[in-house]
């Protein structure tokens, strides 16, 4: 399974971006969905999944009512939506598959086998 994540970017705070990441290589309709983070010098963290058909999605509380997860089975890709951005959300972003998950989110990096590469999100203040 190959992740190939986009859309991040340099913003002022209070504005918006959209990553996307594109599955390829698996069945992407079998896959648990994630988005992490990672900041300098900190741990990396989840910030949103989504479960197989999106009936299941976690947000981490710092990010809750501004991002939004969705996923296209059909596009084989995962989205997320940032809005209302701030200087704390600054951080490298990767898009990961769960593989073995389908109907729960999982909250842990190791649950997570595939890892796209990261893209830099830096917010302006």
């Known amino acids: 399974v190959q992740l190939q994540a986009s859309g991040g970017g340099l913003v002022q705070a209070g504005g918006s971006l959209r990553h996307s990441c594109a599955a390829s290589?698996?069945?992407?309709?079998?896959?648990?969905m994630g988005w992490f983070r990672q900041a300098p010098g900190k741990e990396r963290e989840l910030v949103a999944a989504i479960s197989w058909c999106g009936g299941s999605i976690y947000y981490a509380d710092s990010v809750k009512g501004r991002f939004t997860i969705s996923r296209d089975n059909a596009k084989n890709t995962v989205y997320l939506q940032m809005n209302s951005l701030k200087s704390e959300d600054t951080a490298v972003y990767y898009c990961?598959?769960?593989?073995?998950?389908?109907?729960?989110?999982?909250?842990?990096?190791?649950?997570?086998?595939?890892w796209g590469q990261g893209t830099q999100v830096t917010v302006s203040s």
């Open positions: 990961a598959a769960d593989l073995i998950s389908r109907t729960v989110v999982s909250r842990t990096v190791s649950a997570y086998t595939y």
């Open positions: 290589g698996g069945t992407f309709s079998r896959y648990g």
